[in-house]
């Protein structure tokens, strides 16, 4: 590795097809990266004009953004056919290695880099349709969220201030989804495989829950609480996912790290919404706190109904005892037709007792005296029994 100071942003690529393209018809930033199957192809060369590619086999990671892996190929693109690319590409998806070379750098899993037209938008020129067609990374970079420490960034406060009127004009101050709102219909990808919001968990309750980043102690606790409890919301009916804006290698190598340290297998699934369209769509991030998500927390019914919403900040972990104890709350209302009072059912009142709606008109109002399962302290506070 000649360049083992170089900071890498990368993306994501879906298809053999589109990495060739990538490596020989684009021309990319020298810290500018790609992630493909199991393996990460990062740019050591010198010269934007002729990239020269390592492929990295990930084997750990270190924290939020060190990477530890093997160098287990080496391509100069520019200088071979298409095919000579492909042939290379499908020798390292097999495990045909051709070399085997302890490696650590420093990968960043959003945008913190720019090809030569998204810098000509950062600069407020024209850019024709047709070369914003081409340009693989204008679908994808309209909103930078983090990564913005790299050495030849300049544009810094140019992204913050991007990424807040983005907010306000798509979203509004707060157009976030709210509780009695339907869940946003969505497709994520996850530690396993994609997944349709809500539509994958028509008739069960769901928990979406975000996190901030991934290795982070807080987070690492509030996982395994989780997991540990997932048999309990399972009866319930009602499954977990979670997310944070990281990559899928990310999640899966600090679930790994959990099992192996921890003894606890994560067996759940985490959105990797490593571009935070997701986060920023459910209104997971402060515009001016940064990037990372809070602890946020969406209780969904088998109708994709949002029915609670928890926003617990960065440095508090979650109480799972309690999302349970809400989740049991909302299935006996909807049940029952009641409501559930404080600290329910150990309400420090009336017991394990619910509360009878209140009457709404003076005809009801009149009838409401204590009276066979029904206590009342007045007419309009009635409890009883289950």
Not at 130 to 150: A, F, I, Q, R, Y
Not at 221 to 238: D, H, M, P, Q
Request: with cysteine; proline share 5%; charged share 25%.
């Amino acid at each position: 590795m000649n360049h083992s100071d170089r900071s890498f942003s990368f993306k994501e690529i879906g298809s053999e097809g589109d990495l060739v393209n990538a490596m020989t018809e684009h021309k990319w930033p020298l810290c500018y990266s790609f992630l493909f199957g199991k393996l990460l192809y990062i740019n050591d060369g010198s010269s934007e004009d002729l990239p020269e590619y390592v492929a990295v086999a990930i084997e750990n990671t270190g924290g939020h953004h060190e990477v530890y892996g093997r160098e287990v190929g080496r391509i100069k693109p520019r200088a071979l056919s298409t095919e000579k690319v492909r042939d290379f590409v499908q020798q390292m998806n097999s495990g045909k290695y051709t070399c085997d070379n302890q490696i650590q750098i420093i990968v960043q899993p959003t945008w913190h880099h720019s090809c030569k037209l998204c810098r000509l938008e950062e600069e407020q020129s024209n850019i024709n349709k047709k070369d914003e067609g081409n340009c693989m990374c204008m679908t994808e970079k309209k909103v930078p969220l983090s990564g913005l420490g790299h050495d030849h960034m300049h544009h810094g406060e140019h992204h913050m201030e991007h990424q807040v009127e983005h907010h306000m004009e798509c979203c509004g101050q707060n157009n976030f989804p709210l509780i009695g709102d339907k869940f946003p219909p969505m497709q994520v990808k996850t530690t396993q495989g994609i997944i349709n919001l809500p539509g994958d968990y028509g008739g069960k309750w769901l928990v979406l829950f975000s996190h901030p980043a991934d290795f982070t102690p807080v987070c690492t606790t509030e996982f395994v609480a989780f997991e540990k409890r997932r048999g309990e919301f399972e009866k319930l009916n009602c499954d977990l996912i979670g997310l944070s804006i990281d990559q899928v290698f990310s999640h899966m190598k600090w679930t790994e790290w959990i099992k192996e340290n921890l003894k606890v297998e994560i067996k759940f699934p985490i959105i990797a919404d490593d571009q935070g369209k997701i986060a920023e769509r459910m209104g997971m991030i402060h515009p001016g706190k940064g990037a990372n998500t809070v602890r946020a927390v969406f209780l969904v019914d088998p109708e994709a109904t949002i029915r609670l919403i928890l926003f617990y900040p960065p440095e508090v972990g979650r109480n799972m005892d309690e999302i349970l104890r809400a989740l049991k709350a909302l299935q006996m209302v909807d049940k029952n037709k009641v409501a559930a009072p404080a600290n329910w059912p150990n309400n420090e009142l009336i017991g394990d007792q619910v509360i009878i709606p209140p009457p709404a008109d003076e005809k009801t109002a009149a009838t409401r005296k204590t009276g066979g399962d029904m206590v009342c302290e007045d007419w309009w506070f009635c409890h009883r029994k289950l």
